[in-house]
């Protein structure tokens, strides 16, 4: 099968999308697409970040006031709505749109949840940061993303995001899956065939020529006697069918019959043969069948399959990543809670602000893994 140029046909639907207004649906069913594969790539949401990216100003600046490590980490500065929203369209794309997580369920600002969609996106920690419209730089920066990384109703709504994430592409995978067994099992006799079929010796009577019926015998009698030949001969009696088996016994084609190619009703194409009919194309040389390669297919089958064991495999080592990372961080503050001395303030983040900033930031990271 032909790998489609997605970015390509996206393209064309958003230039079709700004003059006509056309649903995404009905775009695929007319370029005979299927929508339950393309629907993650032909959508109307890269038309709207292109729009909003016309629309912000830019003069929006950041305001980055020099404060203690201490406090930038605790702290992570604000950025309002407006120029959050400016900040996500510039500086990067657009952003899968939430369906049945929402940021509000899990207690987290509209920054906190920018910051999670990168994360799931595959940006690292401090690149999210930054592109969620926190400040800081070097050290600072790593630290404050891994403060936001770190809070639990974060981390809850990041694993909310992959796992929403996940399903949507199984139900997607599992799709095209079902296409290309379909393909790979589907008969090609159902779509074209070379038979053999009986000849008009086969059924006749003492192996004679047959007719098909009274009227055709009656017209090869007048034909005869109009060209003043001799009548032809009606021995063999009618009832002959074109698609009939040859005659085993036959002496005229030794039970071989004759070859003909024959192409069935489209139209009433079923069950996997539907995924592997791919169209009719009449030439000079007669009519064409296009199916699908059931190789190709084969070998697509065999990658997907590989795919999706090793996503539902790498499920499973995340899971006891986290679960790993979350004793480990279990352990290190209550080894800082015995260490602390009664008359001190617990701090179980480890950061004083007796250091100076990069000290700081660098002792945090180490203490976060």
């Known amino acids: 099968m032909a790998r489609q140029n997605w970015e390509e046909l996206h393209a064309r639907f958003l230039a079709e999308y700004a003059e006509t207004g056309i649903s995404p649906k009905a775009w695929c069913e007319r370029e005979g697409l299927a929508f339950s594969s ?33 406090s930038q980490i605790k702290n992570p500065q604000k950025v309002p709505a407006a120029a959050l929203a ?6 990067s794309p657009a952003l899968p749109e939430r369906t049945a997580v929402a940021p509000a369920d899990y207690g987290i600002s509209e920054q906190q949840a920018l910051f999670a969609d990168h994360v799931v996106q595959g940006k690292s920690r401090v690149d999210a940061y930054r592109l969620a419209g926190y400040s800081g730089e070097g050290n600072v920066a790593y630290a404050g993303a891994s403060q936001v990384l770190r809070n639990i109703k974060v981390s809850r709504y990041i694993h909310a995001l992959r796992n929403e ?19 790979v ?43 003043k030949n001799p009548p032809p001969d009606v021995s063999g009696g ?22 003909e190619a024959y192409f069935p009703d489209t139209r009433d194409i079923e069950g996997d043969e ?11 040389n007669g009519v064409q069948i296009a199916i699908a390669d059931k190789d190709a297919a084969r070998r697509e089958l065999a990658r997907l399959l590989v795919v999706r064991g090793a996503d539902s495999r790498q499920t499973e080592l995340n899971i006891e990543r986290l679960e790993l990372q979350n004793q480990k961080l279990a352990a290190e503050i209550a080894d ?34």
């Open 38 to 70: 393309a629907k993650r790539y032909i959508k109307i949401a890269g038309y709207k970040t292109a729009n909003s990216q016309k629309k912000q100003s830019a003069n929006s600046q950041k305001k980055a006031p020099k404060k203690t490590a201490n």
């Open 165 to 183: 994430r996940q399903k949507r592409y199984a139900v997607e995978l599992d799709d095209l899956i079902t296409q290309l067994t379909a393909i």
């Open 274 to 284: 539907r995924h592997l009919f791919q169209g009719v194309k009449v030439t000079m």
């Open 86 to 91: 400016g900040t996500a369209a510039k500086t």
């Open 238 to 259: 009618v009832g002959f069918v074109d698609n009939s088996d040859p005659n085993p016994d036959c002496p005229r084609c030794l039970g071989e019959g004759r070859g």
């Open 336 to 369: 800082i809670r015995r260490n602390t001395p009664p008359d001190e303030p617990p701090n179980p983040d480890g950061v004083t602000g007796d250091l100076p900033p990069e000290d700081a930031a660098a002792q945090y990271r180490k203490l976060m893994g």
């Open 185 to 227: 099992n589907a008969d090609p006799n159902a779509l074209s065939q070379y038979r053999r079929v009986n000849c008009r010796y086969c059924w006749g009577d003492n192996h004679k020529y047959q007719w098909r019926d009274i009227e055709e015998q009656l017209q090869a009698e007048k034909r005869a006697e109009i060209d």
